[in-house]
């Protein structure tokens, strides 16, 4: 065995030279992180195929679409809590979805160690921006801000 | 480069063109996606805050866009149902170029008249 060609031939299907080989499969501990994010963005992106369409349907084509669209539409909606809900899942499935997306899109494109952790900063930092904020607003919205409101909530 | 456009799913063709569309369309929703919650927070601001934004959104040019982010949607979320059945049905790969032109024709089927109702709103108010 000389030195430059040193194989371990007792450590399994991915033990491969490593004076050789270009890809060596040293696990960086990250565990199955990237099969779960991979199985998360196919679940989340069917179950946002039905929030995202149902929001567009209900929002741009019932009514007079894009032109009803007021703080009394607003008020409509989220007086129910079952839009509340169903905004809050699509809020937080839709930026998880595009976090784990962006992620990987910084990851594909960035040379530099530096560029790229500046990049997921700010993606990391706008991501619970908006999850938070989004979230707050939902659940202490006050239907009944606007005095000339004629929701049943409303009534005193 | 030669034959192997044939010989691979990913490398010029319908392949590789409907994953450029899907990432530009990707993050495109990702970047309005932001601009929309802060928006929409102007609710918790005032009503007179929120639905003053919403009228200077009223315009053709803001209608035209939201036109085109609609168009984004349907492409990414059809497109993204032709990357599910590749990857989980048995045939997936096999019948992957007549599933990008079910995307085409889904897309066409949906966007027509969803651009003729809101269109007709914002050039007819
Ligand atoms: C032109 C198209 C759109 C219009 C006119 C629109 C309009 C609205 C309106 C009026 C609200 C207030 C609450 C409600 O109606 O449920 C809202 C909230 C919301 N929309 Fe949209 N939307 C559009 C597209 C989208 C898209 C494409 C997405 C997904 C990426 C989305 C995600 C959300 C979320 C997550 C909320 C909740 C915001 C929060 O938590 O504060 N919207 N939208
Ligand atoms: C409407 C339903 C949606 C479906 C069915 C869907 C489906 C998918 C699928 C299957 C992927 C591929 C992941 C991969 O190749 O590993 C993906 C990627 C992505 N999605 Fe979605 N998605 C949807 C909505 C959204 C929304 C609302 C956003 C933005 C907030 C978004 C942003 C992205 C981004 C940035 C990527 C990464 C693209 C890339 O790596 O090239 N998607 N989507």
Same mark, same amino acid.
Request: with cysteine; net charge positive.
């Given at each position: 065995?000389?030195?430059?060609?040193?194989?371990?031939?007792?450590?399994?299907?991915?033990?491969?030279?490593?004076?050789?080989?270009?890809?060596?499969?040293?696990?960086?501990?990250?565990?199955?992180?990237?099969? &779960? =994010?991979?199985? @998360?963005?196919?679940?989340?992106?069917? %179950?946002? !195929?039905? *929030?995202?369409?149902? #929001?567009? +349907?209900?929002?741009?084509?019932?009514?007079?679409?894009?032109?009803?669209?007021?703080?009394?539409?607003?008020?409509?909606? &989220? =007086?129910?809590? @079952?839009?509340?809900?169903?905004?809050? %899942?699509? !809020?937080? *499935?839709?930026?998880? #979805?595009? +976090?784990?997306?962006?992620?990987?899109?910084?990851?594909?494109?960035?040379?530099?160690?530096?560029?790229?952790?500046?990049?997921?900063?700010?993606?990391?930092?706008?991501?619970?921006?908006?999850?938070? !904020?989004?979230?707050?607003?939902?659940?202490? +919205?006050?239907?009944?801000?606007?005095?000339?409101?004629?929701?049943?909530?409303?009534?005193? | 480069?030669?034959?192997?456009?044939?010989?691979?799913?990913?490398?010029?063709?319908?392949?590789?063109?409907?994953?450029?569309?899907?990432?530009?369309?990707?993050?495109?929703?990702?970047?309005?996606?932001?601009?929309?919650?802060?928006?929409?927070?102007?609710?918790?601001?005032?009503?007179?805050?929120?639905?003053?934004?919403?009228?200077?959104?009223?315009?053709?040019?803001?209608?035209?866009?939201?036109?085109?982010?609609?168009?984004?949607?349907?492409?990414?979320?059809?497109?993204?149902?032709?990357?599910?059945?590749?990857?989980?049905?048995?045939?997936?790969?096999?019948?992957?170029?007549?599933?990008?032109?079910?995307?085409?024709?889904?897309?066409?089927?949906?966007?027509?008249?969803?651009?003729?109702?809101?269109?007709?709103?914002?050039?007819?108010?």
């Amino acid at each position: 065995m000389s030195a430059t060609t040193e194989t371990n031939y007792h450590a399994g299907p991915d033990a491969v030279s490593k004076k050789k080989s270009r890809y060596r499969r040293v696990s960086k501990g990250r565990g199955n992180f990237e099969l &779960w =994010s991979w199985v @998360f963005m196919r679940a989340s992106g069917v %179950l946002l !195929l039905v *929030l995202v369409f149902g #929001h567009l +349907f209900v929002n741009l084509m019932l009514g007079e679409g894009i032109h009803g669209i007021d703080f009394a539409f607003v008020a409509g909606k &989220w =007086s129910s809590p @079952f839009w509340q809900t169903w905004d809050m %899942l699509m !809020l937080w *499935l839709a930026e998880l #979805h595009g +976090f784990n997306g962006v992620r990987t899109i910084i990851n594909d494109y960035t040379e530099k160690d530096r560029t790229r952790w500046i990049l997921k900063g700010l993606l990391v930092a706008s991501a619970l921006l908006v999850m938070v !904020l989004g979230t707050l607003v939902i659940f202490t +919205f006050d239907p009944c801000l606007d005095p000339s409101s004629t929701l049943s909530v409303c009534a005193r | 480069m030669a034959q192997a456009a044939n010989g691979t799913l990913y490398r010029g063709r319908e392949g590789m063109w409907s994953w450029v569309a899907h990432r530009i369309s990707g993050v495109l929703l990702f970047l309005f996606l932001f601009a929309h919650v802060l928006d929409t927070a102007l609710v918790r601001v005032s009503p007179d805050a929120y639905n003053e934004v919403m009228e200077a959104y009223k315009n053709p040019i803001v209608g035209l866009g939201e036109a085109g982010l609609v168009a984004a949607v349907i492409f990414h979320a059809l497109n993204g149902l032709r990357i599910i059945a590749v990857d989980f049905w048995a045939k997936g790969p096999k019948y992957q170029r007549q599933l990008f032109w079910a995307v085409v024709i889904g897309f066409v089927v949906l966007f027509a008249p969803f651009a003729i109702r809101h269109l007709t709103i914002v050039f007819t108010r």
